[in-house]
């Protein structure tokens, strides 16, 4: 089992252009979730989907952001146009509810210069 | 307001010292709460708690949940300096949902 798998690793990019993340999630998981770590705020979930389906995005910061899932095996948070305070680590993980709670991905290091 | 909150928020200590890390939360509906450690890269899970006065262990490592008081404690013994990470506890916020709050954590440094 090869784990969640976030790519990139680490991202550098200038204000203004487009960034997009990516996760592909343990095979057969059927839930999936997208986080942000910062050191001011911890861990926030920014969007989670259960079978493919967008059920609570409320913790997207802004339309900037966005979040796809097309298929069972692979979904992308988007943030277009970037800006500097987007900078953080994003992780992804993934669960098969009800049991253990979530696998993380090793997640993906966001600069925004 | 859903939220979880983790005290202390960073400690120091001495190789084969014990540790109690601390978690209270006030969520709607709790369902489950769960313990992480973060070192480096991802949180690595190690506990899932939902019932009161059960103590879970691992090794070194146990937890207990207190659903009356609304709170959980990871103890620690013999801490070595492998143990020096991010413990982060999470509250699932509704029922059901499977969507868990984490708080900020707490910053474990163990000493050789």
């Known amino acids: 089992d090869a784990g969640v798998i976030q790519s990139p690793r680490h991202e550098v990019t200038e204000m203004g252009q487009e960034v997009t993340l990516r996760c592909k999630p343990i095979?057969?998981?059927?839930?999936l979730f997208w986080y942000r770590q910062t050191m001011m705020r911890g861990l926030e979930l920014l969007i989670y989907?259960?079978?493919?389906?967008?059920?609570?995005d409320s913790g997207m910061p802004e339309d900037r952001f966005s979040a796809k899932m097309p298929n069972a095996s692979f979904s992308t948070l988007k943030i277009q146009p970037s800006e500097p305070r987007d900078s953080a680590v994003y992780f992804c993980?993934?669960?098969?509810?009800?049991?253990?709670?979530?696998?993380f991905g090793s997640g993906t290091r966001l600069t925004v210069v | 307001e859903d939220k979880v909150v983790q005290s202390p928020l960073s400690l120091v200590v001495h190789e084969g010292d014990t540790v109690t890390l601390n978690c209270s939360y006030e969520?709607?509906?709790?369902?489950?709460l769960l313990w992480y450690k973060q070192e480096k890269k991802a949180p690595t899970f190690l506990f899932m708690l939902?019932?009161?006065?059960i103590e879970k262990k691992s090794g070194r490592l146990s937890s207990i949940l207190d659903k009356k008081e609304l709170f959980s404690i990871l103890n620690i013994t013999a801490t070595q300096t492998g143990d020096s990470a991010i413990y982060l506890c999470?509250?699932?916020?509704?029922?059901?949902?499977?969507?868990?709050?984490f708080g900020t954590g707490t910053r474990l440094k163990v000493l050789a």
């Open positions: 989907f259960n079978n493919n389906v967008p059920i609570d």
């Open positions: 999470a509250v699932e916020a509704s029922s059901g949902t499977y969507k868990y709050i």
């Open positions: 095979s057969g998981h059927n839930s």
């Open positions: 993980a993934s669960s098969l509810v009800p049991t253990r709670g979530y696998t």
């Open positions: 969520v709607t509906n709790f369902r489950s």
């Open positions: 939902t019932s009161s006065g």
